[in-house]
């Protein structure tokens, strides 16, 4: 296995406006804590020559020179494959791409296709209905519950997605405004995205698993008028009540001064009889009681290139979430672009993404990129181990599932359950399997692979972000061999650079930060309303690159092996959590004095949370404090984020100048007591050991 044992060393990069803590991580290898089998497996894995012959790139020369072009000339290579999109008046071909990116001043702006004009649900839709698809399946949609599926054509997902459009002008909904929607994994998520789309209006989708704290910070960050959710969802056997959350998050709004005026509610009679809700008078109305008397017209407001399509909030290795702002030309061209090649898209083929539209995933592999390249798509409301581990296999199988894309957390989960229930089914449909949102290890790579693929798939493991919003280093299935465990090669238009603690970028085989070097289409264009915060958090910690926040290597054969977050960022399950914001949820608590979280090794989600926790004076440790401890999280941020893990700490290691040297907690939660390093700099060396003797009462 092309592993390394490369170390970047514990330093920090300070630069005038930011410093940045880069942890002691270990380069190249697979995540630590995952076995990694020395089977006879190939280190190397490529695609039979009849699957490569058929695919859209099938050489690693056929995409050198595509993409040789697509840096030496960005417009070009852009402009031209934005001609397939419907624009109403074009942009400037001059100006294809204009950046300010390398300056030294710390300003950072981009914009593509400016003056160009379109709209991005007309080409997801009208486009194809127009060319004599709209009678082609664009969602089989699979409910929770076996049995419970029906589909939607591109026409009927188009009046679907006027009538919602309709009512939202019908309520005062324009372009620029902001709305709002907390919605499960229901047709009406994708619909209500592509109506506000429609108008010009601003999305902001807020996961359904954030708790009604978050919530509300989202929709008074966001001052957003109007609120589409639903009655509840049934997640396996457990009703979720989202309206009951709502109706709490527009209680801490009220209190601070801003009252959404309409919140619409899709009646989910699976989940929760409507007569048990709550409806107040003239805020909420029933969504299938006003759509349905709604048109099936709906004209097209036509955005410039650079207006905002959507804010979607994610986590820092400081402060508050933060509000990424994607605008509509440049994301609708990388989001279709990347669908196309990274899934070898074709006609007739059938995708499936397993995640949720309240992330980016969910976004523009889900909601975007498929329906702009007109693909038939699953969209499942369910869990993947509901009623049992079959269940995603049952799904390929009933569907004849082409592409598979899900996240490696998952994967683990399901490799859990043994290969028995996985062969129940038929998966010779299956062309892809992909992955997002985590290193693969290379045990659940080779797992997926043989057994869920039969040997017969590549697997395309995604590197990108929220920020970047489409794929940025990722196999492109018949182009050249894989290696478990590598993102490989950066997609058309994409400059990685390796990056040293002092900002300096390394050349050839080399290992550090991970950082980008030249504007890529659906980069994000600011914070909502805090670009300063944009600048800082992403361009100024490596002058003249957008830094990522995670770590990789670069091998002999110029393959990326991203090696996870080095701030203060950990990815459990995939999902994206501050450690900082658990820290500040915990303190919420009234017996809580001070908190510190990092993250661990976790066999299933990848990491853990593991907290340390300080207790006011006087106040004892016991059980039911931990347990209230935990909630404090839940009803802070969401269940997801909970601590796995509680670490009591009458003191937390700290330099003398205050600060927290997380390291050191690290490796005592880890396990690893005999590579704590230094601790000669502690203001109160001897806690590390009061510390390492309360590791018997963790839980
Ligand atoms: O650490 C990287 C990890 O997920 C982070 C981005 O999280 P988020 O914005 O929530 O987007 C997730 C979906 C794109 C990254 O900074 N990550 C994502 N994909 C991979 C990955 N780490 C390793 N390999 C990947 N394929």
Redesign the pocket.
Known sequence: LAASSGFLNKGSLTFPSVKINVRRVRVGSARQGHKVIAASAPETWMAPDDFKSAALVSSREQYQEMYDRSINDPGGFWGDIAEEFFWETKWDPENVVKSNFNMDDGKVEATWFAGGKTNIAYNCLDRHVENGKGDDIAFYWEGNAIGEDSTLTFSQLKDEVCKTANYLKSVGVKKGDRVIIYMPMLNELPIAMLACARLGAIHSVVFGGFSAEALAQRISGSLSDVVLTCSAVMRGTKSIGLKDIVDKAIAITSAEGFTPSTVVVYDNTRAMAKEDLPMVEGRDVWWNEVMSSMSTDCEVEWVDAEDPLFMLY?SGSTGMPKGVVHTTGGYMVYAATTFKYVFDYKDGDVYWCTADCG???GHSYLAYGPLLNGASQVVFEGVPTYPDAGRCWAIVDKYKVSQFYTAPTAIRALQRSGDAIVKQYDRSSLRILG??????NPEAWRWYHEVVGDGRCPIV????????AGHM??PLPGGWALKPGS?SLPFFGVEPAIVDEKGNELEGEAEGLLCIKSPWPSMMRTLYQDHARYETAYFSAVKGYYF???GARRDADGYYW?T??VDD?I?VS???IGTAEVESALVTHPKCAEAAVVGVDHPVKGQGIYAYVTLMEGVDYDEDLRKELKVSVRSVIGAFAAPDTIHWAPGLPKTRSGKIMRRILRKIASNEIDQLGDTSTLAEPAIVDTLIDLKGNVK
Not at 435 to 440: Q, Y
Not at 461 to 468: A, H, I, P, S
């Open positions: 994610t992330w980016i995933t992955s997002v949102g985590e290193p693969i493991d995604t590197w990108w972000q929220t920020e970047t280093i990722t993102a990522s926040g995670d991203i996870g977050r960022v990815n995939g999902h994206r």
